[in-house]
């Protein structure tokens, strides 16, 4: 094992090679920057209800769903620092702040480009450890262990050969599954691979699945929308 702490400057050239070949995966030449925003536009599927769900996420850490559900049109959004909630039927509308608890979901599903590349680009705050490689499926992967400032511990899944992001365990502090998410249905957008499904089992074993139609790379995303709204 290999600790890194703070950057990925690091002594270890495995740890060093794979981000560096994880970095490649995430730009193209059409893109050549990389991922700065997506619109996502699919179903998202919760304990047997399926409902049309548009995600908006602009790099490091903003995100935005708007869905429709039994007539009430919601937006959940976290700007970077604070989570908002605004719900809409008919006349009535209530627009609250995001309550995190124990786990903050928002925060964690708002981290746009991952630790791993977040570190890689001199983020401080995030500790990168590197475990012996796993095999899944007939597939190795390289397992790399995220922890940041926030408390957050990711454990992150790569393909050994394509290095793409296959799964990604939320690990509870005392290091037990919080949840886990399987991404597949791998499409190049852009030249980009994205992933158009990714199933989250959490400990309990309740599942949430998203499928993406259409993704949108690099599109023009305002700031403005993500911020609570006054009305």
Same mark, same amino acid.
């Not at 981000?19 to 991922?35: D, I, N």
């Not at 980009?192 to 309990?204: D, F, G, S, V, Y």
């Given at each position: 094992?290999?600790?890194?702490?703070?950057?990925? /400057? =690091? +002594?270890? =050239?495995?740890? $060093?090679?794979?981000?560096?070949?994880?970095?490649?995966?995430?730009?193209?030449?059409?893109?050549?920057? !990389?991922? /700065?925003? %997506?619109?996502?536009? !699919?179903?998202? $599927?919760?304990?047997?209800?399926?409902?049309?769900?548009? +995600?908006?996420?602009?790099?490091?850490?903003?995100?935005?769903?708007?869905?429709?559900?039994?007539?009430?049109?919601?937006? *959940?959004?976290?700007? !970077?620092?604070?989570?908002? /909630?605004?719900?809409?039927?008919?006349? @009535?509308?209530?627009?609250?702040?995001?309550?995190?608890?124990?786990?903050?979901?928002?925060?964690?599903?708002?981290?746009? /480009?991952?630790?791993? &590349?977040?570190?890689? =680009?001199?983020?401080?705050?995030? +500790?990168?450890?590197?475990?012996?490689?796993?095999?899944?499926?007939?597939?190795?992967?390289?397992? *790399?262990?995220? =922890?940041?400032?926030?408390?957050?511990?990711?454990?992150?899944?790569?393909?050994?050969? @394509?290095?793409? %992001?296959?799964?990604?365990?939320?690990?509870?502090?005392?290091?037990? &599954? %919080?949840?886990?998410?399987?991404?597949?249905?791998?499409?190049?957008?852009?030249?980009?691979?994205?992933?158009?499904?990714?199933?989250?089992?959490?400990?309990? !074993?309740? @599942? $949430? *699945?998203?499928?993406?139609? +259409?993704?949108?790379?690099?599109?023009?995303?305002?700031?403005?929308?993500?911020?609570?709204?006054?009305?």
């Amino acid at each position: 094992m290999t600790l890194l702490w703070g950057t990925a /400057q =690091a +002594t270890d =050239a495995k740890l $060093q090679d794979i981000l560096h070949r994880y970095k490649v995966t995430q730009s193209s030449a059409l893109h050549p920057e !990389g991922l /700065q925003t %997506l619109i996502l536009k !699919g179903t998202y $599927q919760d304990d047997g209800k399926k409902i049309q769900i548009t +995600t908006i996420r602009k790099a490091p850490n903003k995100l935005r769903d708007e869905y429709e559900e039994d007539g009430i049109k919601t937006i *959940i959004a976290f700007n !970077g620092e604070t989570g908002w /909630q605004r719900r809409e039927k008919g006349d @009535s509308l209530s627009i609250r702040d995001y309550e995190a608890g124990d786990y903050d979901w928002l925060m964690e599903n708002a981290n746009f /480009q991952t630790y791993l &590349l977040r570190a890689f =680009a001199g983020e401080p705050g995030i +500790t990168l450890r590197l475990l012996e490689d796993v095999e899944e499926g007939g597939r190795v992967m390289h397992v *790399i262990v995220a =922890a940041s400032d926030s408390g957050m511990t990711i454990k992150y899944f790569l393909n050994r050969v @394509s290095l793409y %992001l296959e799964r990604l365990d939320v690990l509870n502090p005392d290091g037990t &599954l %919080l949840k886990g998410t399987v991404y597949s249905d791998y499409r190049k957008i852009g030249g980009i691979p994205l992933a158009h499904r990714k199933e989250t089992t959490k400990a309990t !074993g309740e @599942s $949430q *699945i998203h499928i993406w139609d +259409t993704i949108e790379v690099n599109p023009t995303v305002y700031s403005f929308l993500f911020e609570k709204p006054k009305f």
